[in-house]
């Protein structure tokens, strides 16, 4: 976590946000997290699709 990270490919689906970074390894790291203000939902995937996947299927409970 202190790894200064570049997302990119930043998309929105319902109150989350999908997003990839370099892990500065080597590897594309994909992110999904909501934003609505009190929930903490927020995951790391290995792939995009998970990523997306987690996100569509996020039911918010803020
Ligand atoms: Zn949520």
Do not use: I, W
Not at 30 to 38: D, G, I, K, S, Y
């Amino acid at each position: 976590m202190t790894a200064h990270r570049r997302f990119r490919e930043v998309r929105k689906l319902g109150p989350v946000q999908v997003a990839t970074f370099f892990d500065g390894r080597g590897r594309d790291r994909h992110v999904a997290a909501c934003t609505a203000p009190r929930c903490d939902f927020s995951g790391e995937y290995n792939n995009r699709s998970a990523a997306e996947l987690a996100a569509r299927t996020h039911r918010c409970s803020a």
